[in-house]
């Protein structure tokens, strides 16, 4: 009587009995928890590059019409924008896809929530900025989507003595103008210098970037620079309700 063979013994696993070959499934790098922090980590740097330009061209606005149309119409016309537009929406929904699978991820390997928070005290980096990423992300999505529909794809005007150029200071102007508008960007402003708070140094801590001398100056920096960010992008709602459309 022949021997039962084990279904399980990895030789009859991996062949049939003639050359068939063994069949192995890969995940990619990026699919797992890892890989797919450091994405976000990745992705999520070069989204404060972009608002670190991003801000320092909007200030421009305080130098009057002439300087801040000049500088939009150097944006648009320079043959680059579309490549970089493509480039910079590219990293956008690799961002936001990666952080919201991430999030749900982590909610399915833990279905039951913690009985009570606390807070963890130094020198943990736990705080309410933190804690509320995920949807200070989302509320980030939506306010972009009403900003560019307000401003990249809004009112577009002539610009006076200046051919061929749009007049983006008058709808920053007529936007502003409204103090439902402005509370509403006053409001998103202090989401996203709460997000990047807490996500400039998270994101060096995914890519491994968090040595014993460098992390106490990446914490440093991303706070002084979510700052700075957030209180540029606020002051500019303020300044056009109270003097620029006067």
Request: one cysteine or more; proline letters at 5%.
């Amino acid at each position: 009587m022949a021997a039962q063979s084990n279904p399980y013994s990895p030789s009859l696993a991996a062949t049939d009995g003639r050359s068939a070959p063994i069949r192995t499934i890969r995940r990619s790098y990026f699919s797992t928890s890892v890989g797919t922090k450091a994405l976000i980590g990745a992705t999520g740097l070069l989204l404060f590059l972009y608002l670190v330009l991003h801000v320092l061209g909007n200030l421009l606005i305080f130098f009057g019409p002439s300087t801040f149309n000049g500088y939009a119409s150097f944006l648009v016309s320079n043959p680059l924008i579309v490549p970089v537009e493509i480039g910079l929406l590219a990293i956008f929904v690799i961002h936001v896809f990666k952080t919201v699978t991430n999030w749900a991820n982590n909610r399915r390997a833990r279905p039951v929530a913690y009985a009570q928070r606390r807070w963890a005290g130094r020198p943990s980096r736990k705080s309410i900025a933190s804690s509320t990423m995920i949807w200070g992300g989302l509320i980030t999505f939506l306010f972009i989507l009403i900003h560019l529909s307000q401003f990249k794809f809004g009112a577009e005007y002539q610009a006076v003595g200046q051919p061929g150029v749009r007049d983006l200071y008058r709808t920053e102007i007529e936007n502003f103008s409204s103090l439902f508008n402005v509370v509403f960007y006053e409001f998103c402003m202090v989401v996203v210098g709460s997000h990047l708070w807490h996500g400039f140094s998270s994101a060096f801590q995914s890519l491994g970037l968090n040595w014993p001398w460098l992390t106490p100056v990446v914490l440093k920096l991303g706070k002084i620079l979510a700052v700075l960010i957030a209180a540029g992008f606020f002051v500019i709602p303020i300044w056009v309700y109270l003097y620029g459309a006067r």
